[in-house]
């Protein structure tokens, strides 16, 4: 069977590139993935795999065996990022301001490699396998959650995804067993006076002071607060305030992150940084407007599954590294809370090719054969999961 899934893989790999290039050509931002979704959509219907649209902009193909076996889940989102790709790729973004840049492009392609193969191979079915094309995964309030409220779990007993790596090189599967990725909540602090002339302070309530402050007690938190053994973050990203050096402002907002893997730990910073907020705003005489939203939850991966990812790669003689958790945010979590599965990573790192700049970053790129081991690791979880390899 290992050689089958060999096979298999090459023979599909063409058209994983293809796609990729493709959706990687027009990419569509978060909630606005009409486009890719339909191109999805054509895909899936010339191969004769059935399918339905899910949510916003979700699609959910279901292929089912002959005989009896477990419902096996596995998902690929699809939305880009609002980030401006420079010239040089032959298939670099057509779209003014969006950008694959974080590999949801691969994923996608992976996913419909998956279903093409599963199709062309119907003996490998067992029960059922579902493939879930997933929107907006990042720009929270993502669209795992609605595309689950509209049934794309029905039946399913087990999920897997995956996501590219820029820290592993080319082919390497890597998994972490349990707590994975972290929750990502944000919180939001308007500090607003009157305003005034900058030689007067004494006649206004000092914005930038107070936000100054806030952000100052804020970056205590974790180091004063927090237990060593529970690991968080807290991070301001921005701030905006004011327009001329002789006047202060009326109003500074500052925004930030936080990140943590146990919802006490996230109940603690926000109440601190609320304390905060609130401290310095009444120091400064300054109104307070304070704002603490819950993003997705942490990532925990079951060991069953976890392991299952690993004993794939093995089984496959693919690259494996045991891999420690990371503070990135990521809705795969949803559907973590709702059936066991795992979510784990596959490199894409290449100096060769230039492949060696992180996610997010306007010249992130891939090597595409990392997407060849991503199938071979679907293909083999699947098998494992069915009792054939």
């Known amino acids: ?35 890719t979704a339909s191109y999805i959509c054509r895909q ?3 191969e004769g795999i059935p399918f339905v649209k899910c949510g916003q902009n979700g699609v959910v193909a279901r292929l089912k065996g002959d005989e009896g076996g477990p419902v096996i889940a596995f998902r690929a989102d699809f939305d880009a990022l609002p980030i401006q790709e420079p010239a040089g790729l032959p298939y670099a973004s057509q779209s003014p301001g969006v950008m694959h840049a974080c590999g949801h492009d691969a994923h996608a392609a992976v996913l419909l490699g998956l279903a093409r193969v599963l199709h062309q191979n119907r003996s490998w079915l067992r029960g059922e396998a579902v493939f879930i094309f997933q929107y907006a995964e990042e720009l929270p309030p993502g669209g795992a959650a609605p595309m689950i409220a509209a049934g794309c779990l029905e039946g399913v007993e087990r999920i897997y995804g995956f996501h590219v790596s820029d820290e592993l090189d080319a082919g390497t599967v890597g998994v972490c067993p349990g707590k994975y990725m972290a929750a990502s909540d944000s919180f939001f602090m308007t500090f607003t006076g009157n305003g005034g002339h900058g030689s007067r302070p004494d006649e206004t309530p000092d914005t930038v002071l107070a936000a100054a402050s806030a952000i100052i007690e804020s970056n205590t938190i974790v180091s004063r607060f927090v237990p060593p053994r529970a690991a968080a973050v807290v991070s301001v990203c921005n701030i905006h305030g004011g327009k001329a050096y002789n006047v202060l402002p009326s109003q500074v907002s500052v925004e930030g992150t936080v990140r943590t893997y146990e919802a006490k730990t996230a109940e603690l910073i926000q109440g601190k940084l609320a304390l905060a907020a609130k401290g310095a705003a009444a120091f400064y005489g300054a109104a307070l407007n304070f704002r603490f939203e819950y993003g997705y939850p942490p990532v925990v991966n079951a060991e069953r599954e976890a392991g299952l990812v690993r004993a794939a790669a093995e089984k496959l003689d693919l690259p494996f590294k045991a891999i420690e958790p990371t503070p990135v945010g990521e809705d795969f979590s949803r559907y973590l809370q709702r059936v066991p599965g795992a979510f784990f990573r596959v490199g894409i790192r290449n100096p060769a090719l230039e492949a060696v700049y992180p996610l997010h970053n306007s010249l992130f790129r891939i090597d595409e054969e990392g997407m060849r081991a991503a199938l071979e690791a679907f293909l083999g979880i699947y098998l494992i999961e069915t009792g054939q390899l």
């Open 1 to 35: 069977m290992k050689n089958k899934v060999k096979c298999a893989a090459a023979a599909e790999y063409p058209s994983i590139v293809e796609n990729r290039r493709y959706i990687h050509q027009h990419p569509c931002a978060s909630f606005h993935e009409e486009e």
């Open 44 to 46: 899936l219907r010339q």
